[in-house]
């Protein structure tokens, strides 16, 4: 069975208030889609971002198919926003346990949420933004993708072996997270690289596909990945190939090597 993994988005705390939480009114239309039926269909969303933690959308009632909601009597507490209640969503033969729940004594930072529904971004069918799926979780509106052609001299090393060397990569910057050098597949030495079945999701990416690298006598799982089919805006990266930096042995820019950046990859 393929191994769906997360690929944990590391999220910018601009603009989050000292409390750790900021409210937004998105402009997005967003809908939840569970057993068949979209369950929650709103163009009045609020997009609680709250610091360590990715983004949570929160529906007003009148937006939610309550019908399809059934309170459990479970209660619980979310830190920083108050005393929390649940409900289980059932539509026909589907049924996803406290799947919801909603902020019934808010703090006082969190009052705007009062009596508005989250879901459980997993225990769903599938999410949209306007007309498309989203995965992972909310696209954070602080988060920017940049994805340039360079001429950089780039080499990777894993092991003592150079797997990918290019004067043609894709750098992709993304907010929070480093530079990520992208490679022609020309570039790669593909004979060291096998194919895994590991697949992880990413917002503002697509679903990405990976590759161990066997140099020496060792392996390297998952150390290198790439994206069959990215999401249009960053289409620039299609099928190229990354290297976590964090895990091989060296990476060189223009002749120089790189510090390791440390990320939860390390």
Not at 191 to 214: F, I, N, R
Request: aromatic share 12%; glycine share 6%; with cysteine.
């Amino acid at each position: 069975m393929t191994q769906v993994i997360e690929a944990l988005e590391k999220e910018t705390d601009a603009s989050i208030s000292d409390h750790g939480i900021e409210m937004l009114l998105t402009p997005k239309w967003v809908r939840v889609y569970f057993g068949g039926e979209f369950i929650a269909d709103s163009k009045h969303v609020i997009l609680l971002r709250q610091k360590g933690r990715p983004p949570v959308y929160y529906f007003p009632k009148e937006d939610v198919r309550m019908d399809f909601l059934k309170e459990t009597g479970r209660k619980g507490k979310f830190e920083g926003l108050g005393k929390s209640s649940f409900w289980t969503v059932k539509v026909g033969d589907n049924v996803a346990e406290n799947a919801a729940w909603s902020i019934s004594e808010p703090t006082p930072e969190a009052a705007d949420i009062e009596g508005y529904i989250a879901f459980k971004w997993r225990e769903i069918d599938a999410w949209f933004e306007e007309d498309e799926e989203v995965y992972v979780h909310p696209r954070d509106p602080y988060t920017r993708i940049d994805v340039i052609q360079s001429s950089r001299h780039v080499r990777v090393v894993i092991a003592g072996e150079t797997v990918a060397e290019t004067s043609r990569p894709v750098l992709l910057f993304e907010t929070g997270l480093p530079t990520r050098y992208y490679i022609p597949k020309v570039d790669v030495r593909l004979d060291l690289l096998q194919p895994s079945d590991t697949h992880s999701e990413c917002p503002y990416k697509g679903v990405a596909s990976y590759y161990s690298v066997k140099a020496g006598d060792k392996v390297a799982k998952d150390i290198a990945w790439y994206y069959p089919f990215p999401h249009a805006e960053v289409a620039k990266i299609q099928n190229l190939i990354a290297f976590y930096d964090e895990k091989v042995e060296a990476v060189y820019v223009d002749g120089e090597e790189q510090e390791k950046p440390k990320t939860h990859w390390s």
